[in-house]
């Protein structure tokens, strides 16, 4: 059965901190990892990663992928009160020659003025 | 702007009253997507249409099924909701399946809450 699984599940960081969310997966026939923001309504894409040790970036946010342990992390530096959110990782995978996303159960994080 | 809509953003339903949900797109992709989201849970995929063709997931129970009359429009039928049925539903499009077009956008949800 294919698996996403985020951690840590929750995590409260003053403002200014640097945080670090990771994604771990086992699934077959990997294709990408997605990382996505939600708040109070539907997620808004962030990355998209493909390739191990490219690290993508914008802003205070960047993403990188290892293919090889099958994890990913998204680090947030310099944190604001409007990160706070649920980060969401997903996993695109080819199942029966269709492709679909698999989501992990997020992690909120909650940042404190 | 180019967009995913859904309507309505919420909806309050009786036990055993159908309800259609709605989600149209102004981006011209191929592929529509509709997820279940519950409360502190992560998005689970129902099924999804490549142009017209339908892909329903092993687990979506009968009581779910979905329509996509034109490439703009896509709609979910719930025959009987049951109270486990309250939860956000999620309409997404992509472009297509691979690599890049994969991306998915996601509109802003259908609330929905059964008595």
């Known amino acids: 059965e294919d698996k996403v699984v985020q951690s840590p599940l929750s995590l409260v960081v003053h403002e200014g901190d640097t945080v670090t969310l990771n994604c771990s997966y086992e699934?077959?026939?990997?294709?990408?990892l997605l990382w996505y923001k939600q708040e109070k309504k539907a997620p808004t894409f962030l990355f998209m990663l493909?390739?191990?040790?490219i690290e993508k970036k914008s802003g205070r946010l960047s993403s990188i992928l290892d293919k090889k342990e099958l994890f990913s992390i998204l680090n947030i530096t310099a944190t604001q009160t409007g990160d706070s959110a649920i980060y969401l990782c997903?996993?695109?995978?080819?199942?029966?020659?269709?492709?679909?996303?698999?989501f992990g159960t997020g992690t909120r994080l909650t940042i404190i003025p | 702007d180019a967009m995913v809509i859904q309507n309505p953003r919420y909806q309050v339903t009786q036990f055993g009253k159908p309800v259609t949900l709605s989600c149209s797109q102004t981006?011209?992709?191929?592929?529509m997507y509709w997820y279940q989201q519950k409360s502190s849970q992560a998005p689970k995929l129902l099924f999804h249409?490549?142009?017209?063709?339908?892909?329903n997931e092993a687990d979506t129970p009968d009581n779910f099924q979905s329509r996509r009359p034109n490439t703009s429009f896509c709609f979910l039928d719930i025959r009987s909701p049951g109270l486990g049925d309250a939860a956000m539903y999620l309409c997404?499009?992509?472009?297509?399946?691979?690599?890049?077009?994969?991306?998915?956008?996601f509109g802003p949800g259908t609330r929905l809450t059964v008595l």
């Open positions: 997404a499009t992509s472009r297509g399946y691979s690599g890049f077009y994969n991306e998915q956008f």
């Open positions: 699934v077959t026939n990997f294709r990408s």
């Open positions: 493909t390739s191990s040790g």
């Open positions: 997903a996993v695109d995978i080819l199942n029966f020659g269709n492709e679909k996303l698999t």
């Open positions: 981006l011209n992709h191929n592929v």
């Open positions: 249409y490549y142009d017209k063709d339908f892909n």
